[in-house]
């Protein structure tokens, strides 16, 4: 593995890793990302040229929203022949949503995409921010005969870099933030950078192509016992959802209760699609596996296979935009566009 000099282009979204502490309140707000720089001198020191681009007002990512992926992609875009990576530092909160999206609206990716960002603000003496976004550079910068080895959006957080769209938020005080429970680490860092060659995307060689356009009029509904006929009834009957994810219990099962069935039935036969994913964080839908997932399967409900939920909403918003998909959205929707299901 050998290292050229590579061109990398910092993105900077927001999220606690450039935050530092309001003295009046004591809570987390966003601060310059000139100052976030300069509290990481040994960027520097890696051989590797850094060009970056700020939001300009940087968000904490519970505020993250389809315009903010269209912006994004259309930096990516513009800059794509210019870099050989980018890195783009984001709040961990809903990182696993963005990058989803993300890793779906960049057809043919052949350069890396790597998210990252920290549990502890930059400036912060025990900060996770450094090594995280030293790493994602590197890893970014990674080259073997000249071309870039990672060819796929990815999300590095303390040691691992995952398929960003095979990721889900974990813990919220424990570095290690992030888990990706149906698919290996790309690569581990440790001593050196393992990488994991036969877990890598291999995109085919064409021009990438940019889908700026998604559907976020869908809907997710997360089964638990006791969810009444009114909540259902009412949710599935909004005329505005074009697309509905449920979480269901076990490997995709849920009610058997008539009323529940037949308000599922109403809004399949408006056409519109209807994904089943597992709310457990491993394993995969296997509708018809037990009975109570039989009348499902019947129906044409969409299995999301080992798919995470933040990825299902996430192709569900852009599979509804294309509109040369409407045809066959069941046969695309189960197939893998982006490594993100087995
Ligand atoms: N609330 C922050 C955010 O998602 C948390 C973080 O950055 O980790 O923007």
Same mark, same amino acid.
């Given at each position: 593995m050998t290292m050229h000099t590579s061109t990398i282009l910092l993105i900077y979204t927001g999220g606690t890793i450039g935050m530092i502490k309001d003295s009046d309140t004591g809570s987390l707000k966003n601060f310059?990302?000139? %100052?976030?720089?300069?509290?990481?001198?040994? @960027? /520097?020191?890696?051989?590797?040229?850094?060009?970056?681009?700020?939001?300009?007002?940087?968000?904490?990512?519970?505020?993250?929203?389809?315009?903010?992926?269209?912006?994004?992609v259309t930096i990516i875009e513009k800059q794509y022949d210019r870099f050989d990576g980018f890195v783009i530092l984001h709040g961990s909160d809903t990182m696993s949503y963005s990058a989803s999206a993300v890793s779906f609206m960049l057809e043919n990716l052949n350069k890396p995409v790597i998210f990252?960002?920290?549990?502890?603000?930059?400036?912060?003496?025990?900060?996770d921010a450094k090594e995280n976004l030293i790493t994602s550079i590197q890893l970014a910068a990674l080259k073997e005969n000249n071309v870039s080895i990672i060819k796929e959006v990815g999300l590095y957080f303390e040691y691992k870099l995952y398929?960003?769209?095979?990721?889900?938020?974990?813990?919220? %005080?424990?570095?290690?933030?992030?888990?990706? @429970? /149906?698919?290996?680490?790309?690569?581990?860092?440790?001593v050196n950078l393992s990488v994991n060659y036969n877990a890598l995307l291999v995109p085919q060689n064409k021009p990438l192509l940019v889908h700026k356009a998604l559907e976020s009029r869908i809907l997710l509904i997360k089964m638990f016992p006791g969810i009444t006929r009114e909540t259902v009834e009412h949710l599935l009957s909004l005329s505005t959802i074009k697309g509905l994810v449920l979480e269901t219990y076990g490997s995709g099962n849920l009610?058997?209760?008539?009323w529940f069935i037949a308000a599922l039935q109403k809004v399949i036969d408006t056409g519109t699609p209807v994904v089943n994913v597992t709310q457990c964080s491993g394993g995969s839908v296997v509708m018809g596996h037990y009975q109570t997932s039989v009348a499902l399967k019947k129906m044409g409900v969409i299995s999301g296979k080992d798919i995470t939920t933040e990825a299902a909403l996430a192709k569900l918003m852009y599979l509804l935009a294309r509109k040369d998909v409407q045809q066959d959205f069941k046969t695309i929707y189960e197939t893998s566009l982006r490594g993100e299901m087995s």
């Open positions: 310059n990302f000139d %100052e976030l720089l300069q509290y990481i001198p040994e @960027l /520097n020191l890696l051989d590797c040229d850094i060009d970056t681009y700020s939001f300009e007002a940087p968000i904490d990512s519970s505020n993250m929203c389809p315009t903010y992926w269209q912006q994004l990252t960002g920290s549990q502890l603000p930059i400036g912060d003496l025990r900060t398929r960003a769209n095979r990721t889900t938020k974990i813990n919220a %005080e424990h570095f290690e933030a992030f888990a990706s @429970l /149906n698919y290996p680490a790309l690569v581990q860092s440790g009610t058997t209760e008539p």
